[in-house]
């Protein structure tokens, strides 16, 4: 009986296994167009699940990077970084794996490395007008972050506030918009006027715009990082989260829940803006309405309330589109200052994101912190905007990759040590518009409804009363807007999209 040599062995086996690693190529590819057929439908959820299982079948570079960029429209920056580093593991000179891992540390406010990447994009692509762009505007963002360190000590003279001229900003005999009382002061019929203004998408003048930052930034300069809100007996109280510049949506709430007045008052949790394209209307009659009743309507910072937020998700574009980039410098400015979290009747916490690393940070410790800056990488500041819950115990790394996850272990333990009976925080897309974990300990309120014209979520709001702070929620689809795409203003790159 004839036995096969060594080689032949060999030969056949390899044979075998090209065979094979052609086969799993194939059904690593069909499920690989699936999920750019996801993507594009903007179904990251379901893209990422098809990336994973084509990953599971044949990993290459090319997987690698496009779940990477599924992550990053998630805002899952933790494992969008994670997944450009395996890209590059598979594929050290894959361009798109060095422009996500950009992106991943950009967003997580790492501007050194991602500058680093960006050069090297640029550099291989040295005619691509992407790239430049996207190196020069890493350069500018590590300028912008000197300047706020500049304008973070007591030195008005380097506040842009002080370089607004408005000599030429003369109101025109055509403008048909609404005025500021003597020029200056927001009114209820201003803002009864602005509504309707806005609705129609026309845009309010220069003159009265500056006038509201402007004087908002005072507002907010007067205020600490933590507010105490005093909700008296009987009274209702409304907790809106995240609007994320859908102006329309804003507006339902108002007709479904009643205009903001000292005797209906708002809490509006952060992310007003990015994402949806009227975040200009949205942030304009949120700080309206705080000028008009300042001691009923209240506003806290979210993640996207910072420098790298907007210039990724549009807010930027948007106000450089409709008013000036020293607009934009202003807005940021002012956004330094926003409050971070607001405490009901010492019963209930509100923060945009959620709790701490550590068990012993106390109400004592956040009314301590210095929020006059870009949010940081880590610290009480960082994990009140960018943490989220977990169902299990204890505390795990973020997906987001700025943050933690805590369990319902760590909730119960801040609750018992602050003498609390829930916190509410928003930052997630929840299907209702609202989730209840943590043994109803932590609520999660998101307001922005079918969430960039494509998660099909529900938004909500919750009311309570002085004397009953059982939440009540409230949940809305959303309401037809004009024909204008989500991220209309964000910088889309054709080149480094999806393979």
């Not at 009901?344 to 550590?358: A, D, E, P, T, Y």
């Amino acid at each position: 009986m004839a036995t096969a040599s060594t080689n032949e062995i060999t030969e056949k086996l390899e044979a075998s296994n090209i065979q094979t690693t052609s086969s799993g190529k194939n059904a690593a590819d069909v499920i690989k167009s699936q999920a750019n057929e996801a993507f594009k439908n903007c179904d990251y959820e379901k893209s990422i699940e098809l990336y994973t299982k084509a990953i599971e079948i044949h990993p290459d570079a090319i997987l690698y990077s496009n779940r990477s960029f599924a992550y990053l429209r998630r805002e899952w920056y933790g494992y969008a970084l994670i997944d450009a580093k395996k890209a590059l593991e598979y594929d050290p000179k894959y361009i798109k794996a060095y422009y996500r891992r950009a992106s991943a540390y950009l967003a997580l406010g790492k501007y050194s490395s991602a500058l680093s990447d960006y050069e090297y994009v640029k550099k291989v692509c040295p005619n691509d007008k992407d790239a430049n762009m996207k190196y020069e505007e890493c350069k500018k963002i590590v300028a912008r972050i000197r300047f706020e360190k500049a304008i973070s000590v007591d030195d008005s003279s380097k506040s842009v506030a002080n370089q607004v001229d408005f000599s030429s900003m003369t109101i025109e005999s055509d403008y048909d918009g609404p005025r500021l009382e003597g020029d200056t002061r927001v009114t209820k019929a201003f803002m009864e006027a602005l509504l309707p203004y806005f609705e129609k998408q026309k845009k309010l003048h220069k003159n009265c715009t500056y006038q509201i930052v402007l004087q908002i930034l005072s507002l907010f300069k007067s205020l600490p990082t933590l507010i105490d809100i005093s909700v008296p007996s009987k009274r209702k109280f409304t907790i809106c989260g995240d609007i994320h510049g859908q102006f329309y949506d804003l507006l339902n709430i108002f007709k479904l829940n009643g205009l903001p007045s000292e005797d209906n008052p708002y809490l509006f949790n952060g992310d007003f803006v990015d994402r949806g394209s009227f975040s200009v209307e949205c942030i304009l009659t949120l700080f309206g309405f705080k000028l008009l009743y300042p001691n009923h309507f209240f506003l806290a910072r979210g993640n996207h309330e910072s420098i790298t937020m907007n210039q990724m998700y549009g807010f930027e574009g948007e106000v450089k589109a409709k008013y000036t980039p020293q607009m934009f410098q202003l807005f940021t400015e002012v956004f330094n200052y926003l409050p971070l979290c607001h405490c009901i009747n010492s019963k209930v916490l509100v923060m945009h994101g959620g709790l701490f690393s550590k068990d012993d940070v106390t109400l004592k410790d956040i009314r301590a912190v210095d929020r006059v800056r870009q949010p940081p990488e880590d610290g009480i500041m960082s994990e009140l905007l960018w943490s989220d819950p977990q169902p299990q115990n204890g505390r795990s790394e973020s997906k987001r990759g700025v943050g933690l996850q805590f369990g319902p272990d760590v909730t119960e333990h801040f609750l018992k040590l602050n003498n609390l009976e829930y916190v509410v925080r928003s930052h997630e897309v929840k299907q209702e518009g609202y989730e209840l974990a943590h043994n109803g300990k932590c609520i999660t309120i998101f307001s922005a409804p079918n969430y960039c014209d494509t998660m099909g979520n529900k938004g909500a709001f919750i009311t309570i009363t002085g004397d009953d702070v059982t939440p009540k929620f409230t949940s809305y689809t959303a309401v037809p807007h004009p024909a204008v795409r989500p991220m209309m203003y964000a910088n889309q790159s054709s080149l480094f999209g999806l393979m």
